[in-house]
């Protein structure tokens, strides 16, 4: 979309007690990265927004060969690129 910030953003449409939903809105870059955000899930007792990303993407984005046991240590070490949960207090 336009106002994208990433490869993939989060949005939010509320629904009306007339059963419309308002236009999209991007969540911004309070939220999204510039990376691929998604499967967003908002718990609504508790104001806090799970959600996927890829925004820390440290495999990728080396370009020099590495070690076989660097490569390992990378591969699981927590921020290394793949899909990961994130949380964030939002009111909405």
């Known amino acids: 979309m336009e106002d994208g910030i990433g490869s993939g ?6 629904h009306s007690t ?3 939903w308002s236009k999209s809105k991007n969540l911004s870059a309070k939220i999204n990265s510039d990376k691929m955000d998604y499967c967003p899930f908002y718990d609504s007792k508790t104001q806090i927004l799970y959600f996927t990303s ?3 993407e440290i495999i990728t984005k080396r ?17 290394n690129g793949l899909s990961r949960i994130y949380k964030t207090h939002i009111k909405l």
Do not use: V
């Not at 953003?9 to 509320?14: E, R, V, W």
């Not at 370009?63 to 921020?79: A, D, G, I, R, V």
């Open 54 to 56: 890829k925004r820390n």
């Open 63 to 79: 370009s020099k060969s590495l070690e076989l046991k660097h490569l390992l240590k990378m591969m699981h070490s927590y921020q």
């Open 18 to 20: 007339e059963g419309t």
């Open 9 to 14: 953003d989060l949005y939010i449409s509320y």
